[in-house]
């Protein structure tokens, strides 16, 4: 699977779906399962050096502002066919897109990241994680 490295704040925001668009100064062809790679970087609060989701990418788009262009990178809602958490799985970052073997891979047992399955998994498999 294609995979991205993302300081740890930035990828628990799309984990819990806060952050619906990952901005980049480069573009991408790539559509599909993207798995987010915690960076190392420690902040407290956040699971850094895992992965915890995967982001499905349906559209990149060009902007601009007073800095110049960049692109959003669209990631569809954590339901059933779109963006799905995984059971945590130890990641060295890399930068670019990179390829991560998809026999680690685990989705979790559930669509609805707002279910009851969800909350107890966070407490199960992601507060033990926590920095």
């Known amino acids: 699977m294609k995979a991205l490295s993302i300081h740890p704040d930035a990828a628990l925001d ?3 779906g806060q952050k619906v668009e990952e901005y980049r100064t480069w573009s991408t062809p790539y559509r599909g399962d993207l798995l987010i790679c915690n960076t190392a970087k420690k902040i407290h609060g956040t699971v850094p050096g895992y992965a915890l989701c995967v ?10 502002d007073a800095d110049g262009k960049y692109y959003a990178w669209k990631i569809a809602p954590f339901t059933k ?9 130890k990641v060295k970052g890399q930068l670019k897109l990179f390829n991560v073997d998809d026999r680690l891979i685990n989705p979790a047992p559930f669509s609805r990241i707002d279910s009851k399955a969800a909350a107890k ?7 033990p994680l926590v920095y």
Request: hydrophobic share 50%; net charge negative.
């Open 121 to 127: 998994w966070l407490v199960q498999k992601v507060e």
């Open 81 to 89: 066919g779109g963006s799905y958490w995984i059971e945590p799985i």
């Open 55 to 64: 982001a499905k990418i349906y559209d990149v788009i060009e902007r601009h």
């Open 14 to 16: 799309i984990m819990l």
